[in-house]
């Protein structure tokens, strides 16, 4: 299978030739995406990377990582190649890993892979204290969102992704910035593909992070809801009906009508002066419990549903 590596070039100057030249020979082109880097990193590759395998494009506006990849998997897909693989070029990545990306996929394990900094817990004693909560965070609103349960670390940028399945990823929709590797986990999960993580060392040197936290953590969330109700309506109600289709809105329904119901009881009895009544506080507390379970057995049901057979697989099959 013919691999190509997409390398998003902004502000790595420092690092870029070194990732270059620690690319081995399993990869038959070396695309690197200039978005428009202030260091004009894509005329410092063409003059001094001496490896024939480089090919220099450029976005005339920064468009940030997302616009950076859809232009490098643009180019892959022109060039006939069949995996394409995602390392960003700051030197976090480390090419000796590309075999460990690249063989679920050409063994017809996966569709997708994806690295995951938390395997050894040892190691992620590396990573800088907010930099470890923050992906802790994501990566459970992610869980959520994508409908991938069994993934850690969404957020990697090191990826790889079969050809066969990157055509039916919508580009145009596709998050141009920071939440682009999260966006592509959730367009995955809508084509029903495989996604494997691959365990990745956490290396962390002089680099220097364009993702600041407080800017984005807003924008996050956000997008994270919207993926999550795009994906509960297409999946359970779009597609597919089942019965988890009715667990989710009776359990919802139930957790908040026995919410609204214990809060007016407790603030009449509150403003009355007396102690609420035993009733009241079980007709609250039963379809409190009894949404819970509803909520639980839907959680159970998208948990075994997800894709176990690769969709590149599939299409390969029948062709």
Known sequence: MKVAVVIPAYRVKRHVLDVIARIGPEVERILVVDDACPEQS???????????????????????????????YQAALDLGIDIVVKIDGDGQMDPALLADFIEPITSGEAD???????HNLDEIRQMPGMRLFGNTV????AKL???????????????????????????RKLSRRYFFETDMLFHLGVLRAVVVDVPMHARYGDETSNLKVSKVLGEFVAKHVRNLCKRIFYNYYLRDLSIASIELPLGLLL??????????????????????????VMLSALPILVGIQFLL???????????????????????
């Open 42 to 72: 894509g005329d410092f590759v063409e003059r001094n990377a001496t490896d024939p395998r480089v090919v220099v494009l450029r976005n005339k506006v920064n468009q940030g990582v997302g616009g950076a990849m859809m232009t490098g």
């Open 112 to 118: 997708y892979t994806k690295g995951n900094r938390f």
């Open 138 to 141: 994501l990566s459970f609103m």
């Open 145 to 171: 969102s994508t409908g991938y349960w069994d993934i850690f670390d969404p957020t990697n940028g090191y990826t790889a992704i079969h050809c066969e399945i990157l055509r039916d990823i919508p580009f």
């Open 255 to 280: 957790v908040l009508g026995g919410t609204i119901f214990g809060v007016r009881a407790w603030a009449a009895s509150a403003a009355a002066g007396v102690p609420t009544p035993a009733g009241e």
């Open 297 to 319: 057995a839907f959680i159970n049901f998208d948990i075994a549903s997800m894709p176990r057979r690769p969709l590149s697989r599939r299409r390969g099959a029948r062709a």
